[in-house]
């Protein structure tokens, strides 16, 4: 069935580190793939998305990474700021027309200065 | 950057009331959704919502749960007779136009029934 889950619940890093949060998904059906942020008190905000014909997808201090052989998804965050402390989602959507994200469970990130 | 909006951002309701949750979404959209997160869990969809109806519902979206796009800005999750179990956050997200593209969500509703 579908599932998506994060293989850390808790991540804490140093300032200035880089972050890896990883990500597995079940369902071999999907073609979309999105990472989302989300701090206290406010709605989940969209970081990165990536298709299934890709394996790399870079945005401004982030890149996402798919690795479809295992189902495995993941997001770097490099140069690690306070600022991004908070909850990290990863989501999948079903190939075929469905419009229904599936979220995991969520990882919080704290950045320690 | 706009931005979806949700009103009210708390609401408490006496179990059995009906409730409305309002959404206002990005303006040019054209795909609207509404999701939960109970306390500790994962987000889960409720619906999905396009050219003024519904496409696509989770097995939560029972008789007693319905949406509408009453004018061109507003987007609402009507419930009809709350239960203690409907106590969560509820997000609404719009997409410009589906699919694989990104959904965007508000800041959520915390709706807490007595």
């Known amino acids: 069935g579908e599932s998506v889950g994060l293989h850390l619940p808790t991540l804490s890093v140093q300032e200035g580190d880089n972050s890896i949060i990883n990500c597995a998904y079940s369902?071999?059906?999907?073609?979309?793939f999105i990472w989302y942020k989300q701090e206290s008190g406010k709605g989940p905000q969209f970081i990165i998305d990536?298709?299934?014909?890709?394996d790399k997808r870079q945005g401004q201090r982030v890149t996402v990474l798919l690795n479809k052989t295992v189902k495995h998804l993941s997001l770097q965050i490099a140069a690690t700021q306070p600022g991004d402390s908070a909850v990290y989602f990863c989501?999948?959507?079903?190939?075929?027309?469905?419009?229904?994200?599936?979220f995991g469970k969520g990882m919080k990130l704290t950045v320690n200065p | 950057e706009p931005e979806v909006t949700q009103t009210p951002s708390h609401q408490v309701t006496q179990m059995g009331q009906e409730v409305i949750l309002r959404c206002v979404p990005i303006?040019?959209?054209?795909?609207f959704y509404w999701y939960r997160q109970i306390l500790g869990q994962k987000v889960e969809f409720l619906v999905s919502?396009?050219?003024?109806?519904?496409?696509?519902k989770s097995e939560i979206f029972d008789d007693q749960f319905s949406v509408e796009r009453p004018d061109g800005s507003n987007f609402t999750l009507k419930i009809r007779s709350t239960k203690l179990e409907d106590s969560a956050m509820y997000f609404c997200?719009?997409?410009?136009?589906?699919?694989?593209?990104?959904?965007?969500f508000g800041d959520g509703t915390r709706l807490s029934i007595l």
């Open positions: 997200a719009s997409s410009e136009y589906g699919g694989n593209q990104p959904q965007h």
């Open positions: 369902n071999s059906a999907s073609d979309y």
């Open positions: 990536i298709r299934s014909n890709m």
């Open positions: 989501a999948e959507r079903e190939q075929g027309g469905s419009e229904k994200l599936v």
């Open positions: 303006s040019n959209h054209l795909y």
């Open positions: 919502f396009y050219n003024n109806e519904i496409s696509e």
